[in-house]
């Protein structure tokens, strides 16, 4: 991915920057507003990084605002220590697609702008997925793998179908929380680990190859690969 | 003076004399009139008559007779108060009491108001009336003197009203500004007081319903809403100071030995891994925190949108159900239908997710909780979560609300003590109270969301939803969990 970082504090540039490095992304940093809106709207990036609060006269959100105007579909995912719901859901107005707080997890950062990059290549809703031999029919939510059938509850299907949305990406726990419950807090104890095992029973237990891994310190992944 | 004056208490009361003085001056206007008229017209008959008896005699015995009998009159001084005056045709005096034609007189008969000099008695006005008697001009008048004392009267009176309604009105203005001043005085010293930093004073207050007495309460009840917010972040403070410092007193010694011991590459990086999961607990309770502050400002009032309660509460059941199956707890649901309330969905659901959390910590193995949402009598919607945990002993049911308040029965479990405070918050920015009750063993918290204005839509909409669904709909809606 060609990812552009428009982020003014020199250490937090340099931590994603190393970050994006080693996962094999190319990343370009603006340091300032302006430099930000200048490459933004003149080189083709797959996903822009927003820091909400820029030196200068330009900030995050109007630089989002602009390049929305001028037509620009670029996912773009906010960074910002402004943490209340009210903020988030300005940032996700103005344009942004995605909402991150200071501080952050490079895991999170990194999982959220693979789930950006993908969402915006465009997908049919419909189509049906395909994980190794575990398949899901959306529209007739119908889940199988090998020549078995497996009956999931209502939720259950939401979630596995979230995760094979993005299979071979890593999936937060936060992000499990807000795409499949629409719960925009942290519930403390860890019960999204308690309904990936249970989901796992269903479609991995009697198999020899899990297809619904941990992935430590990150979250998980749906994924035929080693 | 002029402190008094723009005293509103004051300027009230001159302007109730203005308007009594007004009154009384319309009053007395009309009455002077007509009183004045009748007057004159009763003299105007009398000096007519008295004219008439003096012509008599001119008729009966001549000039001289009448002016001899005028003389006479005015001699044995039993003219009394009247004016006569008998002249020549060319107007000079022949008989009578006073001694020249008065000026601006005219020499022709009808009745005249005049001022008139009568020598010993000065200078008066008095109606005079004018007859031509052949070669003579007889002039009779009569001065005010008998009516004055009763026109005095009138005027004294009306003086006097005035005068009593002035100094009334003034002096209930002043009494009243000094009452009002001294109880606006007591105000202004306390709330200086306020002012300098002692919340602990209160408005004097007493039974009556006064509109003084009214905003006193108010402001006791803003000033007890204060104390307890500023109060809650000083103790806030303190705990988040306390509450800090073991996560990073923590990860400071981890990271000092690091640095001391230089240890093997895999034990570095899981020291490490320990250290961020510190950082992970730092900010979590700052997470908590802010989200607390941003609900007690009362921001998050312009979430409110309708949204379904049973649903709500379902999703959230459901989110735990899995949990409470690990820890062999039964966890059911009961609804009665759709619920509509007006509320912020976010909050509602993390306060909910809160109290179900709270419950799965404290119920015990093969435990039961139970989630009710129901709408009650007086329309209000209530969320009750009731477990059969250890529940909370009395003494410790006002400060479980306390933020970083820890009871006894939480040592050991995870949390940093955030969780019923948070509840709290969402439950007052919905307007709304939370009640906790023993079920021997264990808790009851309720929730109760109250039917506020900004539900009066969503009840009508509650009214539609209910109706196709009200009969079979008793039943438990979702059981989950064996």
């Not at chain 1, 080189?43 to 030196?55: K, S």
């Not at chain 2, 004045?36 to 003299?43: N, P």
């Not at chain 2, 008959?45 to 003389?71: C, H, M, P, S, W």
Request: proline share 5%; hydrophobic share 45%; charged share 25%.
């Amino acid at each position: 991915m060609k990812i552009l970082l428009v982020e003014d504090n020199e250490r937090v540039s340099q931590f994603v920057i190393k970050g994006l490095q080693e996962a094999g992304h190319t990343t370009d940093h603006a340091a300032n507003g302006r430099d930000g809106m200048f490459l933004a709207a003149s080189e083709p990036y797959d996903v822009i990084i927003m820091d909400r609060m820029l030196p200068g006269d330009i900030d995050g959100l109007a630089i989002i605002e602009v390049l929305r105007k001028a037509g620009k579909r670029t996912p773009i995912l906010i960074l910002s220590a402004l943490s209340e719901v009210d903020d988030r859901i300005r940032g996700l107005r103005s344009g942004g697609d995605d909402y991150l707080t200071k501080p952050f997890a490079f895991g999170e950062l990194l999982a959220r702008l693979d789930a950006l990059h993908r969402r915006s290549q465009g997908v049919n809703r419909e189509a049906p997925l395909s994980v190794g031999n575990l398949h899901m029919d959306p529209l007739t939510r119908k889940v199988t793998r090998g020549d078995r059938q497996i009956a999931l509850q209502p939720r259950e299907f939401k979630l596995l179908e979230y995760l094979m949305r993005h299979a071979d990406q890593v999936v937060t726990r936060t992000m499990l929380l807000e795409n499949v419950w629409d719960y925009h807090f942290d519930p403390q104890t860890n019960v999204v680990d308690v309904h990936i095992s249970k989901l796992r029973q269903k479609i991995d237990a009697e198999f020899e190859r899990p297809l619904l891994r941990t992935v430590r310190n990150a979250g998980y992944m749906v994924t035929a690969g080693d | 003076m002029t402190r008094v004056i723009r005293s509103s208490a004051v300027s009230l009361a001159l302007g109730y004399v203005a308007l009594g003085i007004t009154a009384l001056v319309l009053f007395a206007a009309p009455l002077w009139y007509a009183w004045q008229v009748t007057i004159q017209d009763g003299r105007s008959e009398i000096l007519q008559a008295d004219a008439q008896r003096l012509t008599d005699v001119y008729r009966r015995d001549g000039g001289d007779a009448l002016k001899n009998f005028i003389d006479a009159r005015v001699h044995m001084q039993i003219a009394g108060d009247r004016i006569l005056l008998l002249t020549d045709s060319s107007l000079q005096p022949l008989a009578g009491n006073l001694s020249v034609w008065p000026r601006n007189l005219p020499a022709t008969p009808g009745n005249y108001r005049i001022k008139v000099d009568i020598g010993d008695r000065g200078i008066q006005y008095t109606l005079v009336h004018v007859a031509r008697l052949g070669n003579y001009y007889l002039l009779v008048g009569r001065d005010n003197k008998l009516f004055a004392p009763l026109e005095r009267r009138f005027w004294y009176g009306l003086t006097a009203a005035i005068a009593v309604l002035s100094i009334a009105g003034l002096l209930v203005g002043l009494i009243t500004r000094r009452a009002l001043m001294s109880r606006v005085d007591s105000i202004r010293r306390t709330v200086s007081a306020i002012i300098h930093g002692d919340l602990k004073h209160r408005l004097p207050t007493h039974l009556s319903d006064d509109e003084l007495n009214t905003l006193a309460r108010t402001i006791n009840g803003m000033l007890d809403q204060i104390e307890l917010l500023v109060h809650g972040v000083r103790n806030v403070s303190n705990s988040i100071a306390h509450d800090l410092r073991t996560p990073l007193a923590e990860l400071r010694s981890r990271l000092e030995e690091l640095a001391l011991m230089r240890p093997t590459p895999e034990a570095t990086f899981a020291e490490i891994d320990g250290a961020v999961a510190d950082v992970d607990r730092v900010i979590r309770i700052f997470d908590a925190l802010l989200r607390l502050a941003e609900i007690d400002a009362g921001m998050r009032r312009s979430g409110f949108v309708p949204l379904d309660l049973a649903d709500l509460a379902a999703t959230a059941v459901e989110f735990y159900a899995p949990a409470a199956e690990l820890k062999n707890i039964q966890l059911t649901f009961h609804a009665d239908g759709a619920l509509p309330v007006s509320g912020d969905p976010i909050l509602l659901a993390q306060a909910l997710s809160n109290l179900i959390d709270n419950a799965l910590k404290y119920a015990p193995e093969h435990g039961t909780i139970d989630v009710a949402v129901r709408r009650r009598a007086d329309a209000a919607a209530e969320i009750a979560v009731t477990d059969n945990g250890p529940g909370i002993h009395d003494s410790e049911k006002a400060k479980v609300f306390e933020r970083f308040y820890r009871g006894d029965a939480s040592r050991g479990t995870p949390g940093v003590g955030l969780g019923l405070s948070l509840v709290q918050a969402v439950a007052k920015l919905h307007g709304s109270t939370l009640e906790l009750s023993d079920r021997d063993p264990g808790l009851r918290v309720v929730l109760v969301l109250p039917c506020g204005e900004s539900h009066a839509a969503s009840r009508s909409l509650a009214a539609a939803a209910d109706a196709p669904s009200s009969a079979p709909a008793a039943a438990p809606a979702t059981t989950a969990a064996p």
